[in-house]
């Protein structure tokens, strides 16, 4: 894991209150690593944008999945799935807000 400082990316941990059961208090480091990336990686915010609105831009996992293999721990690979896996519930912006996608949008340009 790279020393990257992710404390300000905001994880909301209960998206879906009245619909699906709380995100675990342990796995709110493996997504705010991942968000902390994907500012970093337009591979991986490529990922975040998608599973809030495919049509946007396609998860470019091909790339992500290579630098995960070059991480020193599974926290990257960890949040990427855990990611995927809640999304089959919810999008992404109800977990990292829909500011924070937005922002990954316009940073790397993915309206064009």
Not at 49 to 64: E, I, R
Not at 76 to 95: K, N
């Amino acid at each position: 894991m790279q020393e990257i400082d992710f404390d300000h990316i905001q994880i909301n941990l209960n998206p879906r209150a009245c619909d699906v059961t709380p995100i675990p208090e342990d796995l709110k480091r493996e997504l705010a690593y991942l968000g902390a990336i994907a500012e970093r990686k337009k591979f991986a915010a490529s990922l975040i944008v998608n599973l809030y609105n495919p049509d946007v831009c396609g998860a470019d996992m091909y790339k992500l999945t290579a630098y995960c293999r070059n991480e020193s721990c599974d926290t990257l690979r960890d949040g990427m799935m855990t990611l995927i896996q809640l999304c089959a519930y919810m999008e992404s912006h109800e977990i990292y807000g829909e500011a924070f996608v937005k922002k990954l949008i316009k940073q790397w340009e993915f309206r064009q």
